[in-house]
Protein backbone atom coordinates (compact mmCIF):
# COMPACT_ATOMS: atom_id res chain seq x y z
CA UNK A 1 0.00 0.00 0.00
CA UNK A 2 2.68 2.57 0.68
CA UNK A 3 4.35 1.81 -2.58
CA UNK A 4 1.38 2.48 -4.17
CA UNK A 5 0.46 5.97 -2.58
CA UNK A 6 3.71 6.72 -3.66
CA UNK A 7 3.13 6.18 -6.80
CA UNK A 8 1.11 9.23 -7.03
CA UNK A 9 3.45 11.59 -5.10
CA UNK A 10 6.87 13.12 -7.21
CA UNK A 11 8.58 9.70 -7.46
CA UNK A 12 6.14 8.44 -9.24
CA UNK A 13 5.61 11.52 -11.21
CA UNK A 14 9.63 10.89 -12.48
CA UNK A 15 8.67 7.38 -13.65
CA UNK A 16 5.60 8.16 -15.39
CA UNK A 17 7.84 10.61 -17.74
CA UNK A 18 11.03 7.61 -17.81
CA UNK A 19 9.29 6.43 -21.06
CA UNK A 20 10.23 9.30 -22.82
CA UNK A 21 13.21 10.93 -21.05
CA UNK A 22 14.91 6.95 -21.04
CA UNK A 23 14.96 7.77 -24.74
CA UNK A 24 17.21 10.82 -24.39
CA UNK A 25 19.71 8.21 -23.46
CA UNK A 26 19.94 5.97 -26.39
CA UNK A 27 20.78 8.65 -28.90
CA UNK A 28 24.10 8.28 -27.83
CA UNK A 29 24.84 4.04 -27.36
CA UNK A 30 25.01 3.59 -30.78
CA UNK A 31 28.26 5.20 -30.77
CA UNK A 32 29.86 2.08 -29.54
CA UNK A 33 31.56 2.03 -32.95
CA UNK A 34 31.10 -1.37 -34.29
CA UNK A 35 31.86 -3.93 -32.00
CA UNK A 36 32.24 -7.49 -31.82
CA UNK A 37 29.57 -9.62 -34.19
CA UNK A 38 30.36 -12.28 -35.98
CA UNK A 39 30.19 -12.79 -39.60
CA UNK A 40 26.90 -14.77 -39.14
CA UNK A 41 25.56 -12.16 -36.99
CA UNK A 42 23.11 -13.83 -34.65
CA UNK A 43 20.59 -12.20 -32.92
CA UNK A 44 18.11 -13.84 -30.27
CA UNK A 45 14.39 -15.33 -31.86
CA UNK A 46 12.06 -13.04 -33.55
CA UNK A 47 9.74 -10.76 -31.71
CA UNK A 48 6.19 -9.55 -32.68
CA UNK A 49 5.38 -6.16 -33.49
CA UNK A 50 7.06 -3.14 -31.87
CA UNK A 51 8.86 -5.63 -29.46
CA UNK A 52 10.82 -6.83 -33.02
CA UNK A 53 14.02 -4.21 -31.67
CA UNK A 54 14.14 -5.73 -28.39
CA UNK A 55 15.10 -9.28 -29.28
CA UNK A 56 17.98 -9.31 -26.72
CA UNK A 57 16.53 -7.61 -23.85
CA UNK A 58 17.94 -8.76 -20.70
CA UNK A 59 14.54 -9.44 -19.34
CA UNK A 60 15.48 -12.06 -17.53
CA UNK A 61 18.36 -10.63 -15.32
CA UNK A 62 17.58 -10.68 -11.18
CA UNK A 63 17.97 -6.68 -11.71
CA UNK A 64 15.51 -6.55 -14.28
CA UNK A 65 12.93 -8.60 -12.62
CA UNK A 66 13.79 -6.39 -9.13
CA UNK A 67 12.52 -3.59 -10.83
CA UNK A 68 9.29 -2.07 -9.08
CA UNK A 69 8.63 0.59 -11.23
CA UNK A 70 8.75 3.56 -8.32
CA UNK A 71 12.18 3.46 -7.60
CA UNK A 72 13.32 2.08 -10.45
CA UNK A 73 11.74 1.04 -13.56
CA UNK A 74 13.15 -1.43 -16.38
CA UNK A 75 13.40 -0.28 -19.77
CA UNK A 76 14.91 -1.87 -23.25
CA UNK A 77 17.15 -0.22 -25.13
CA UNK A 78 18.30 -0.79 -28.75
CA UNK A 79 20.57 0.83 -31.35
CA UNK A 80 21.67 0.52 -34.68
CA UNK A 81 24.05 2.43 -37.46
CA UNK A 82 24.91 1.25 -40.93
CA UNK A 83 27.88 3.07 -41.52
CA UNK A 84 30.42 5.17 -40.56
CA UNK A 85 34.50 5.85 -40.33
CA UNK A 86 37.14 5.60 -37.11
CA UNK A 87 40.07 7.22 -37.50
CA UNK A 88 43.04 6.56 -35.98
CA UNK A 89 45.96 9.30 -36.43
CA UNK A 90 46.16 9.27 -40.40
CA UNK A 91 44.47 5.66 -40.55
CA UNK A 92 40.67 5.12 -41.70
CA UNK A 93 38.88 2.80 -41.22
CA UNK A 94 35.13 2.13 -42.00
CA UNK A 95 32.28 0.94 -39.65
CA UNK A 96 29.70 -1.61 -40.73
CA UNK A 97 26.31 -2.25 -39.24
CA UNK A 98 25.67 -2.00 -35.29
CA UNK A 99 23.35 -3.68 -33.06
CA UNK A 100 23.77 -2.89 -29.50
CA UNK A 101 21.05 -3.68 -26.82
CA UNK A 102 21.12 -3.09 -23.44
CA UNK A 103 18.65 -3.13 -20.22
CA UNK A 104 18.28 -0.03 -18.54
CA UNK A 105 17.07 0.68 -14.54
CA UNK A 106 16.44 4.07 -13.43
CA UNK A 107 14.31 6.93 -11.82
CA UNK A 108 14.04 9.06 -14.87
CA UNK A 109 17.16 10.58 -14.46
CA UNK A 110 19.66 8.20 -13.25
CA UNK A 111 20.23 5.10 -14.66
CA UNK A 112 22.73 1.90 -14.85
CA UNK A 113 22.83 -0.40 -17.88
CA UNK A 114 22.71 -4.11 -17.70
CA UNK A 115 24.32 -6.41 -20.74
CA UNK A 116 22.21 -9.26 -22.15
CA UNK A 117 24.13 -12.65 -21.74
CA UNK A 118 26.79 -12.66 -24.30
CA UNK A 119 28.16 -9.31 -25.62
CA UNK A 120 24.90 -6.22 -25.36
CA UNK A 121 27.03 -4.88 -28.69
CA UNK A 122 27.57 -6.35 -31.48
CA UNK A 123 28.82 -5.07 -35.64
CA UNK A 124 29.64 -6.61 -38.43
CA UNK A 125 33.53 -6.83 -39.06
CA UNK A 126 35.10 -4.84 -41.32
CA UNK A 127 37.86 -5.43 -43.71
CA UNK A 128 40.66 -2.23 -43.57
CA UNK A 129 40.99 -0.88 -47.05
CA UNK A 130 43.90 -1.60 -48.33
CA UNK A 131 44.87 -4.30 -45.34
CA UNK A 132 48.26 -5.06 -44.15
CA UNK A 133 49.87 -2.73 -46.94
CA UNK A 134 47.93 0.33 -45.79
CA UNK A 135 48.64 -0.34 -41.88
CA UNK A 136 52.13 -1.20 -42.32
CA UNK A 137 53.81 -0.54 -45.05
CA UNK A 138 55.54 1.18 -46.73
CA UNK A 139 58.62 1.02 -44.30
CA UNK A 140 62.57 1.69 -44.14
CA UNK A 141 62.85 -1.43 -41.55
CA UNK A 142 63.93 -4.33 -43.25
CA UNK A 143 61.90 -6.24 -41.19
CA UNK A 144 58.80 -4.77 -42.15
CA UNK A 145 60.03 -4.38 -45.86
CA UNK A 146 59.64 -8.34 -45.92
CA UNK A 147 56.26 -8.52 -44.73
CA UNK A 148 55.38 -5.69 -47.06
CA UNK A 149 56.81 -8.03 -49.83
CA UNK A 150 54.91 -10.90 -48.47
CA UNK A 151 51.77 -8.82 -47.90
CA UNK A 152 51.66 -8.15 -51.44
CA UNK A 153 50.36 -11.56 -51.92
CA UNK A 154 46.41 -10.58 -51.57
CA UNK A 155 45.36 -13.76 -48.88
CA UNK A 156 48.37 -12.55 -46.82
CA UNK A 157 47.21 -8.79 -47.02
CA UNK A 158 43.53 -9.15 -45.92
CA UNK A 159 42.69 -7.18 -42.54
CA UNK A 160 39.82 -7.53 -40.95
CA UNK A 161 38.97 -5.23 -37.88
CA UNK A 162 36.28 -5.51 -35.11
CA UNK A 163 35.59 -3.34 -32.61
CA UNK A 164 34.40 -4.97 -29.44
CA UNK A 165 33.20 -4.52 -25.87
CA UNK A 166 35.79 -3.85 -23.27
CA UNK A 167 33.42 -3.52 -20.39
CA UNK A 168 29.81 -2.11 -19.53
CA UNK A 169 28.82 1.82 -20.83
CA UNK A 170 28.35 4.01 -17.72
CA UNK A 171 27.77 7.60 -16.96
CA UNK A 172 24.28 7.80 -18.90
CA UNK A 173 23.29 11.41 -19.54
CA UNK A 174 19.75 12.21 -20.71
CA UNK A 175 19.77 15.59 -21.26
CA UNK A 176 22.82 15.15 -23.19
CA UNK A 177 21.20 12.78 -25.71
CA UNK A 178 18.42 15.37 -26.06
CA UNK A 179 20.96 18.14 -27.61
CA UNK A 180 23.71 18.35 -29.46
CA UNK A 181 27.69 18.26 -28.57
CA UNK A 182 27.55 17.04 -24.94
CA UNK A 183 28.53 13.42 -24.04
CA UNK A 184 25.75 10.96 -23.77
CA UNK A 185 27.94 7.76 -22.41
CA UNK A 186 31.13 6.01 -21.85
CA UNK A 187 31.60 3.08 -24.18
CA UNK A 188 34.72 1.53 -23.04
CA UNK A 189 36.00 -0.64 -26.52
CA UNK A 190 38.93 -2.64 -27.77
CA UNK A 191 40.09 -3.47 -31.78
CA UNK A 192 40.67 -6.80 -32.85
CA UNK A 193 42.77 -7.03 -35.78
CA UNK A 194 42.56 -10.58 -37.83
CA UNK A 195 45.50 -11.13 -39.98
CA UNK A 196 47.48 -14.26 -41.19
CA UNK A 197 50.37 -12.61 -40.42
CA UNK A 198 49.57 -10.80 -37.30
CA UNK A 199 47.50 -14.14 -36.02
CA UNK A 200 43.97 -14.01 -34.42
CA UNK A 201 45.09 -12.22 -30.94
CA UNK A 202 46.40 -9.08 -32.41
CA UNK A 203 44.36 -5.81 -30.16
CA UNK A 204 44.27 -2.31 -29.98
CA UNK A 205 43.21 -1.41 -26.61
CA UNK A 206 42.26 -4.21 -23.79
CA UNK A 207 39.47 -4.85 -21.20
CA UNK A 208 42.46 -3.17 -18.80
CA UNK A 209 43.07 -0.66 -20.29
CA UNK A 210 40.14 0.23 -23.11
CA UNK A 211 39.83 2.73 -25.41
CA UNK A 212 37.07 5.26 -23.88
CA UNK A 213 34.49 6.37 -26.74
CA UNK A 214 32.14 9.40 -25.46
CA UNK A 215 29.73 9.96 -28.29
CA UNK A 216 27.68 12.98 -28.96
CA UNK A 217 25.22 13.73 -31.42
CA UNK A 218 26.54 15.49 -34.39
CA UNK A 219 23.05 17.13 -35.45
CA UNK A 220 19.27 16.53 -33.80
CA UNK A 221 17.73 14.00 -33.76
CA UNK A 222 13.91 13.48 -34.62
CA UNK A 223 11.65 12.04 -31.80
CA UNK A 224 9.22 9.75 -32.22
CA UNK A 225 6.76 8.10 -29.37
CA UNK A 226 4.41 4.79 -30.36
CA UNK A 227 1.66 3.25 -28.04
CA UNK A 228 0.84 -0.72 -28.21
CA UNK A 229 0.20 -3.38 -26.58
CA UNK A 230 1.80 -5.58 -24.25
CA UNK A 231 1.79 -8.34 -27.21
CA UNK A 232 3.07 -5.79 -29.59
CA UNK A 233 0.37 -4.63 -31.50
CA UNK A 234 -0.49 -0.74 -32.12
CA UNK A 235 -2.60 0.61 -29.86
CA UNK A 236 -2.74 4.26 -29.04
CA UNK A 237 -3.22 4.10 -25.48
CA UNK A 238 -1.91 0.56 -25.08
CA UNK A 239 0.52 0.13 -22.29
CA UNK A 240 3.76 -0.05 -23.93
CA UNK A 241 5.54 2.35 -25.54
CA UNK A 242 8.88 3.05 -27.60
CA UNK A 243 10.29 6.34 -28.18
CA UNK A 244 12.43 6.11 -31.26
CA UNK A 245 15.64 8.67 -32.13
CA UNK A 246 16.78 8.85 -35.97
CA UNK A 247 18.60 10.23 -38.08
CA UNK A 248 21.11 12.12 -36.03
CA UNK A 249 25.20 11.57 -36.88
CA UNK A 250 26.85 10.69 -33.46
CA UNK A 251 30.48 11.16 -33.13
CA UNK A 252 33.83 11.74 -30.97
CA UNK A 253 37.21 13.28 -31.13
CA UNK A 254 38.62 12.79 -27.51
CA UNK A 255 39.69 9.71 -27.01
CA UNK A 256 43.35 8.36 -27.11
CA UNK A 257 43.86 4.86 -28.62
CA UNK A 258 47.02 2.75 -26.41
CA UNK A 259 49.15 0.38 -27.76
CA UNK A 260 48.76 -3.04 -29.56
CA UNK A 261 49.51 -6.39 -28.02
CA UNK A 262 49.67 -9.75 -28.93
CA UNK A 263 50.18 -8.85 -32.66
CA UNK A 264 52.80 -11.52 -34.47
CA UNK A 265 53.82 -14.73 -32.59
CA UNK A 266 54.65 -13.73 -28.71
CA UNK A 267 53.61 -10.38 -29.88
CA UNK A 268 56.94 -9.93 -31.97
CA UNK A 269 55.33 -7.60 -34.26
CA UNK A 270 53.42 -5.44 -31.38
CA UNK A 271 56.43 -2.75 -32.34
CA UNK A 272 55.80 -2.22 -35.87
CA UNK A 273 51.37 -1.94 -35.38
CA UNK A 274 52.46 0.99 -32.78
CA UNK A 275 55.11 2.30 -35.41
CA UNK A 276 53.36 2.08 -38.64
CA UNK A 277 49.76 3.39 -36.99
CA UNK A 278 51.56 5.93 -34.18
CA UNK A 279 50.44 4.23 -30.75
CA UNK A 280 49.78 5.48 -28.05
CA UNK A 281 47.82 8.06 -30.15
CA UNK A 282 46.76 10.88 -27.55
CA UNK A 283 43.41 12.85 -27.15
CA UNK A 284 42.64 14.68 -30.50
CA UNK A 285 44.38 12.68 -32.82
CA UNK A 286 41.44 10.04 -33.32
CA UNK A 287 38.04 10.17 -34.31
CA UNK A 288 34.63 8.70 -34.78
CA UNK A 289 31.48 9.70 -36.96
CA UNK A 290 28.43 7.50 -36.86
CA UNK A 291 25.94 8.01 -39.42
CA UNK A 292 22.37 8.27 -38.89
CA UNK A 293 22.05 5.94 -35.89
CA UNK A 294 18.57 4.84 -34.70
CA UNK A 295 17.86 4.37 -31.09
CA UNK A 296 14.46 2.75 -29.92
CA UNK A 297 13.78 2.70 -26.11
CA UNK A 298 10.80 0.44 -24.95
CA UNK A 299 8.63 -0.29 -21.91
CA UNK A 300 6.17 0.52 -20.15
CA UNK A 301 4.17 4.09 -20.88
CA UNK A 302 3.86 4.44 -16.87
CA UNK A 303 5.96 2.43 -14.92
CA UNK A 304 4.64 3.37 -11.93
CA UNK A 305 1.25 2.19 -12.70
CA UNK A 306 2.44 -1.30 -12.82
CA UNK A 307 3.99 -1.42 -9.68
CA UNK A 308 5.56 -3.46 -7.52
CA UNK A 309 5.90 -6.12 -9.89
CA UNK A 310 6.58 -3.53 -13.02
CA UNK A 311 9.93 -5.90 -14.14
CA UNK A 312 8.45 -9.17 -13.76
CA UNK A 313 5.66 -7.92 -15.96
CA UNK A 314 8.43 -6.66 -18.71
CA UNK A 315 9.60 -9.88 -18.57
CA UNK A 316 6.11 -11.68 -18.99
CA UNK A 317 5.45 -9.89 -22.04
CA UNK A 318 8.55 -10.06 -23.42
CA UNK A 319 8.67 -13.93 -23.83
CA UNK A 320 5.36 -13.48 -24.48
CA UNK A 321 6.04 -11.19 -27.71
CA UNK A 322 8.30 -14.30 -29.38
CA UNK A 323 6.94 -15.21 -32.58
Given at each position: M ?6 G ?6 I?AL ?5 LV ?8 S??L???E?H?D??AGH ?6 CP ?6 LA?DG??SAAL??AS???S ?8 VV???G???Q?G?L???V???S?A???A ?19 S?I???T????K ?6 N ?8 A ?7 L ?6 G?PI?TL???I ?6 LG??C ?9 L??P??L?Q?A ?5 Y ?8 T ?5 V ?7 G??T????EA ?5 F ?6 V ?18 A???T????Y????FA??Q ?12 Q
Open positions: RRTTRSGRSGGRRAATAAAAGVTAAAPAAEDVGALWAPFDRVDDPAMAVECLSSEGTMTIGEKPTATDLLLGDGNYTVPEGGIQAEPVTVPGGLLNLMCPEPVLALCEAADSRLRVVATVEPGTPTDFSTAGLGVQVPVKRLDNLLGNYIGSDSDPILQRNSPLTLTRAPDGTAEPGAMSNALAGADQDDFAVPDGCGLGALDWANAQLGLPSPEGANSLVLDADTTGGFTPAAPDGRLLAEHWHAAH
